[in-house]
């Protein structure tokens, strides 16, 4: 199913607006939702019989700065069984972040959403399993925001960056 079929399909579904942006104008078209509708929207990627979305390949997160305020996550979504995947975009304000947890619906979120708890700091609310799983649990702060601060030492031992 192509990127403009997914849209229809997905708009004659929810009635109301969706989407706040669809990019198909782009190498890799994706649409930007409200955080509040991810975990729905999933579940019916998921669960519609023409769309069949089985495999989340991954969950990607960006530091918009401290200026924007925001992080994007980047949800890319593929059925095996149809050969069609899609992007959902979203975005958290920095100075609360946290969004639904998706790994109730599938299971490979699980490592992704606690890989960008550890490296970003954004939480996701109901996951099994929410501990940092590259860094030490006493590690102080996101490596991965615009604004991390490196540790001068760890229990004792220099960092070297």
């Not at 702060?141 to 220099?158: T, W």
């Amino acid at each position: 199913m192509k990127f403009k079929e997914i849209i229809t399909l997905s708009q004659e579904h929810y009635k109301s607006e969706l989407f706040i942006q669809i990019l198909d104008n782009s190498l890799m078209p994706y649409v930007i939702i409200d955080a509040e509708n991810l975990f729905s929207y999933a579940n019916f990627l998921l669960k519609n019989k023409d769309l069949y979305f089985d495999f989340l390949e991954c969950i990607t997160a960006i530091d918009n700065g401290i200026d924007k305020n925001t992080f994007d996550l980047v949800y890319n979504f593929y059925s095996i069984v149809y050969q069609h995947s899609f992007v959902v975009k979203v975005v958290v304000d920095r100075k609360q972040p946290k969004i639904c947890s998706l790994s109730s619906i599938w299971k490979t979120a699980n490592w992704h959403e606690r890989e960008i708890f550890d490296l970003f700091g954004i939480n996701f609310d109901n996951h099994p399993d929410m501990r940092r799983i590259l860094n030490p649990e006493d590690w102080q702060g996101f490596p991965l925001r615009k604004d991390y601060q490196v540790q001068s030492d760890y229990h004792g031992i220099k960092v070297e960056y």
